[in-house]
């Protein structure tokens, strides 16, 4: 059965740093995109970025860019996001996705986990 689990959210400052962490099982990690998804309160998913099979190769949305870095380790099926200068408007629900973005922000169709809180406030 396929399972994302995310991990390494909480409450943070602006302009400071958090690491996110999706471990995933039970489907071939390495051969899928995946991607991050997040989601505030009474606002509908946003995609945030795309890594392509090996790593090589990642896409982000404008809001996230240059902030942002996504990544993985098929050998430890893991998906990450490092976030830099963190700003209020990131505060949301964080997902991990299988899929790009058409198929991330699917929450049954990019099998969402259960997601990490990122709060950013002073």
């Known amino acids: 059965q396929v399972q994302l689990v995310e991990s390494g959210g909480g409450l943070v400052q602006p302009g400071g740093s958090l690491r996110l962490s999706c471990a995933a099982s039970g489907f071939t990690f390495s051969g899928h995109y995946m991607s991050w998804v997040r989601q505030a309160p009474g606002k509908g998913p946003e995609w945030v970025a795309t890594?392509?099979?090996?790593?090589?190769?990642?896409l982000y949305a404008d809001s996230v860019k240059g902030r942002f870095t996504i990544s993985r380790d098929n050998a430890k099926n893991t998906l990450y996001l490092q976030m830099n200068s963190l700003k209020p408007e990131d505060t949301a629900l964080y997902f991990c996705a299988r899929g790009p973005p058409s198929i991330a922000t699917v929450p049954s169709r990019g099998s969402w986990g259960q997601g990490t809180q990122v709060t950013v406030s002073s």
């Open positions: 890594i392509s099979l090996s790593g090589t190769s990642t």
